[in-house]
């Protein structure tokens, strides 16, 4: 069957985000058909959900006000995928050290907003990141990118350090990363987060 996915489209890339989508599913030899998010009513319908970057404040203001915070909590609840990029992730933490982030506490970790310093606003890292289906480091693209301060949850793993810091981990059907997998052409990310992650529902693939 067709799988249904929603990128939450209040800001940041979404058009890159499907993009990246659509080639995972590929990869995996699974059909797509990708929606924006503006307003509630859609994400129920969605099988796989991508929260883009942006600015976290204004997307979780957003994100309540639209009434697009409690489906997306309810998507999660029901154990399906989320891949949360950058301050997508600071939004779907548990604390975002920011008392202007309204957090959906799907992630449970703490993060730090900006955290890579004013000098280095935005660079390209090759990250190695658990779980990948190939060992090719991943080129991540880090954009005033949070960090993780506190992943010790007994619920998040781990999955890339950069600089000795958490950058990318899992919580059960959640997937977040500090940095941008959509903005480079390689989508082993999200086909991990969407496709190869066992503690989250897919709908079966039709019987050949
Ligand atoms: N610095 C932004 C924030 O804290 C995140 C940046 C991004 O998403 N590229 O909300």
Redesign the pocket.
């Known amino acids: 069957m067709t799988l249904r996915a929603g990128v939450v489209a209040v800001q940041?890339d979404v058009a890159e985000h499907a993009a990246a989508i659509e080639r995972a599913a590929a990869a995996h030899d699974r059909t797509i058909d990708v929606k924006e998010i503006r307003t509630a009513g859609t994400v129920p319908d969605c099988d796989v959900l991508a929260l883009p970057?942006?600015?976290?404040?204004t997307i979780s203001r957003l994100l309540r006000d639209e009434g697009i915070a409690a489906e997306i909590e309810a998507h999660v609840a029901a154990g399906k995928p989320l891949f949360a990029t950058?301050?997508?992730l600071?939004v779907a933490a548990t604390d975002a050290g920011d008392d202007r982030v309204d957090e959906l506490g799907l992630i449970d970790v703490t993060v730090e907003?900006?955290a890579f310093g004013r000098q280095a606003d935005s660079f390209e890292a090759p990250l190695d990141v658990q779980g990948l289906t190939d060992d090719a480091p991943f080129p991540a693209v880090f954009?005033?990118?949070?960090a993780i301060d506190d992943a010790s949850s007994a619920a998040v793993d781990v999955l890339a350090t950069w600089d000795g810091r958490p950058v990318a981990v899992r919580d059960g059907p959640v997937v977040g990363t500090a940095f941008?997998p959509e903005l480079t052409t390689d989508s082993r990310i999200h086909g991990l987060a969407f496709f190869e992650n066992d503690d989250a529902v897919l709908p079966a693939a039709a019987a050949e």
Not at 53 to 57: H, I, K, L, V, W
Not at 143 to 146: K, T
């Open positions: 940041g970057g942006g600015e976290s404040t950058c301050a997508g600071i907003r900006n954009i005033r990118a949070p941008h």
